[in-house]
């Protein structure tokens, strides 16, 4: 398994909110976007990241998801306290998409609307799903994707890590075959850069850190206008 992350603070924000864990002997990798707009979104995400990092005592676990489950709760937790602690990081939120790859076997907790992708025999697929307004909406067929109405909704948050005391988080598992790609990121590369176009990079890679690169890349020539990460991992 080989594995590479890069961040970008974009054109237009004055802080990187965006953080992202590697640990690739252990098959850990996590991407959180602080809530934009919001204080202390920088701060979240961090603490988010290394409350799950320091969680994932993945020591004799058998139960993947139980641990991830509880590592994202751990962070959901160390968020609220932290923000209910000082007044300048009140209602402070972070999404929070992490993955355990080992023996073939993909495991997500996810939580907001950074997103993991699994790109499979030249075929891309969205694992993870957004929890967003605009999402609840076409669930709820309130609107479709032809609606305009629909992207004033996209980034208003359902789901975040550290706003409540408690939070639902999403857990996907999936196999894996030898080959296979997987691409955590944040949405200041969906915004600009469609699934199609990721797949077409995910087709052309050859190695992680130089697709890594061009997904950013892609992401700034359309404007930069978020922060963006990306993992990319070649199983």
Known sequence: MKSAGVSNIGFHRKRN?????????????????????????????????????????????????????????????????????????????????????????????????????????????????????????????????????ISSYSHILTRAVGVEPEVNIDIYQHELSEGDWILLCSDGLTDLVTDEEIAGFMAAASEPESTALSLVNAALEKGGHDNITVIVVCV
């Open 17 to 149: 909110e965006d953080c992202y864990y590697i640990d690739e002997a252990q098959g850990i990798f996590i991407i959180c976007d602080g809530m934009g707009g919001h204080r202390g979104g920088d701060v979240a995400s961090r603490l988010a990241v290394h409350t799950i990092r320091d969680h994932l005592d993945l020591t004799g676990a058998e139960d993947l998801a139980s641990v991830m489950t509880q590592a994202v709760r751990a962070a959901n937790l160390a968020i609220y306290k932290a923000g209910n602690a000082d007044e300048a990081l009140r209602e402070m939120g972070t999404t929070a998409t992490a993955a355990i790859i080992r023996d073939g076997c993909l495991t997500v907790a996810h939580v907001g609307d950074s997103s993991l992708y699994h790109f499979h025999a030249g075929v891309l697929t969205k694992i993870t799903k957004d929890h967003t307004l605009a999402e609840q909406m076409k669930a709820d067929h309130i609107f479709t994707n032809g609606d305009l109405p």
